[in-house]
C-alpha cells in the first residue's frame, strides 16, 4: 500500500517564476493538507482540499493556490516566487471521517534563487 | 502567543536511556488534539502518538507515551529505551475543535532535534 507521494523531489527555480507541487494521498484517503517548513521551522498549514474545494486556508497570501483532483491528488502553485519561499513543501493526507490522523509525505524542497 | 511552545532546541541521551521532549500549548478551546511527529533528515514527518484533550488515560504507542498535564497545558513525549535510529528532530503539533468540526489545521512548534548517544 503506497502512502503519500510527492513530485519532484527537489526544485530550483528564480525569483518570479511560478512553479507546481504534486502531490497523491495514500489509498483510501480523501483529504489533502500543504504544509511549509522553512528551514529550521516547523512546519506552517496553507490550505486543506477536501471534494475539490478549498475547505481552510491558513496565512498565505493568494499567491499561493490548490487544486484536487477528482481522484484526491493534488496541486500546490506558487505564483512571481520569492526568495522567502524556499522551504521544503510537506503534502498530508488523511480521511474526513478520521481527521486526527494524517500521513505525511517526504516533502519537496523548493530553493529559490 | 504561540500555541505551541518547545522549549529544548536540542537534546542529548545515551544509548537505551529515557528521555523526555517538552511542549506545552495555549489553547482556550476545550476540545482539542495533541500530536507529536518524529522528522528524520530525508524529511518525512512520521506520526508517534497522539492524545485527545477529552482522554482520561495518557496516550502509549511501543516505546512512546505521553505524559498528559491538561491543567499545566503541557503534552511531553517520553521516549524509553533510546535507540540511535531516534536521531531526529521531534515536533509536538495541535489540532483544535472537535473531529469533524473546528480546524482541521495542525499548528507545530518548532522542534527539538534530539541526539542519542552509543
Known amino acids: 500500500d503506497a502512502g503519500v507521494t510527492q513530485s519532484p523531489t527537489h526544485l530550483i527555480k528564480t525569483r518570479g517564476q511560478q512553479v507546481t507541487l504534486r502531490c497523491s494521498p495514500k489509498s483510501g484517503h480523501d483529504t489533502v493538507s500543504w504544509y511549509q517548513q522553512a528551514l529550521g521551522q516547523g512546519p506552517q498549514f496553507i490550505f486543506q482540499?477536501?471534494?475539490?474545494?478549498?475547505?481552510q486556508r491558513g496565512n498565505f497570501p493568494d499567491r499561493f493556490s490548490g487544486h484536487q483532483f477528482p481522484n484526491y491528488s493534488s496541486e500546490l502553485n506558487v505564483n512571481a516566487l520569492l526568495l522567502g519561499d524556499s522551504a521544503l513543501y510537506l503534502c498530508?493526507?488523511?480521511?474526513?471521517?478520521?481527521?486526527?490522523?494524517?500521513?505525511f509525505g517526504p516533502g519537496t524542497r523548493l530553493t529559490v534563487t | 502567543a504561540q500555541k505551541i511552545t518547545q522549549t529544548q532546541p536540542g537534546m542529548f541521551v545515551q544509548e537505551k536511556e529515557a528521555v523526555t521532549l517538552d511542549c506545552t500549548y495555549d489553547t482556550s478551546d476545550p476540545s482539542y488534539g495533541l500530536f507529536w511527529y518524529k522528522q528524520p533528515s530525508s524529511g518525512e514527518m512520521i506520526f508517534l502518538i497522539y492524545?485527545?484533550?477529552?482522554?482520561?488515560q495518557n496516550a502509549t504507542e511501543g516505546r512512546y507515551s505521553l505524559n498528559f498535564q491538561k491543567a499545566r497545558k503541557s503534552a511531553n513525549l517520553v521516549i524509553s529505551a533510546s535507540q540511535l535510529g531516534d536521531s531526529a528532530m521531534y515536533f509536538c503539533a495541535m489540532r483544535e475543535g472537535r473531529s469533524g468540526a473546528g480546524s482541521y489545521q495542525l499548528t507545530f512548534g518548532k522542534g527539538t532535534k534530539l541526539s542519542v548517544i552509543p
Open positions: 482540499y477536501y471534494e475539490e474545494e478549498e475547505r
Open positions: 492524545q485527545g484533550s477529552y482522554d482520561q
Open positions: 498530508a493526507s488523511s480521511f474526513t471521517g478520521d481527521p486526527y490522523e494524517q500521513y
